[in-house]
Structures are given as structure tokens and as C-alpha cells.
């Protein structure tokens, strides 16, 4: 994977770069700018999490744009209880689904209702996934 460069290099749409440890995919078409470095310009790129694949926890489709439902693969290496909560930028918890007994290589379905029924507003929210001890963090953008 290509490190990020600011001199002025077009990327297109899906372009995946790495930048400090990080991989991110450019989620709108543009030419480099020496300070539009991509964790500082989220409208640029979307951030994928640890360059390496195996340690990082994935949600899609992100942005959510239309489904009620995301799929969360979370990198167990054993079969593990699950626990998967979605909380606001204010740290206010919205959901909260436990799932038991998860096996190796299981994508978990997640429906983005909130805790009370409703379904979740527009806005950035954050997923914290547990398993073997171990959590993940996760960015999920609600735009309908």
C-alpha cells in the first residue's frame, strides 16, 4: 500500500493509502495538498484503521446511507462473547447488543436502532466492540 503523499497527487475515489500506521481510503476524488494530510481532512478520506487487516474491526456499508443495518467483522482468534455498543461524539450510550458465543470469521449484524426503539439520527457515532479481552473502536457515519 502506497504511504499518502501531499505534492500534489490525484487520487481517485477507493484510493487506499497508509499515513502514521493508519490505512485510509479516499472517499472524494482530489489532487494533494502538502497539508490536507488525511486525518486532518475526514470530507477526503475515510480512516480504515490499523494497517494491518488482521487487527482491525470493520463496519459496512460505511457511511450508512440507507440500510437500518450494518455488519461488523471483528478479528477474534478463538470463539468469543461478543459485545458491540454504539455511543455519540458525547459519549452517550445508544446501543448495547451482547452476542454470545461468537465464532472465527463471523460478521455481526448490527440494526441501528437505539436502546429505546428509535432509529439513530444522522451524525458520527462510535462503535466499541469487546472480545478476548481485547476492544476496538470504530467510526460509523449515519447519513440518510
Known amino acids: 500500500m502506497p504511504a499518502w503523499n501531499g505534492n500534489f497527487v490525484y487520487y481517485a475515489v477507493g484510493t487506499k493509502v497508509t499515513y502514521n500506521g493508519e490505512l485510509y481510503e479516499c472517499i472524494q476524488a482530489h489532487t494533494s495538498e502538502p497539508n490536507w494530510m488525511p486525518p486532518v481532512v475526514p470530507a477526503l478520506w475515510q480512516d480504515l484503521g490499523p494497517c494491518s487487516a488482521a487487527t482491525a474491526a470493520v463496519v459496512f456499508p460505511n457511511p450508512v446511507t440507507s440500510a437500518n443495518t450494518v455488519q461488523v467483522a471483528v478479528p477474534l482468534t478463538a470463539t468469543s462473547d461478543v459485545t458491540l455498543e454504539v455511543f455519540t461524539t458525547n459519549f ?40 478476548q479481552g481485547k476492544h476496538w473502536v470504530i467510526k460509523l457515519l449515519v447519513i440518510r
Open 92 to 131: 452517550r450510550k445508544v446501543i448495547h447488543h451482547s452476542y454470545p458465543q461468537t465464532y472465527v470469521g463471523t460478521s455481526l449484524s448490527l440494526e441501528l436502532n437505539d436502546d429505546w426503539g428509535g432509529r439513530l439520527a444522522n451524525g458520527l457515532y462510535y462503535i466499541l466492540a469487546q472480545g
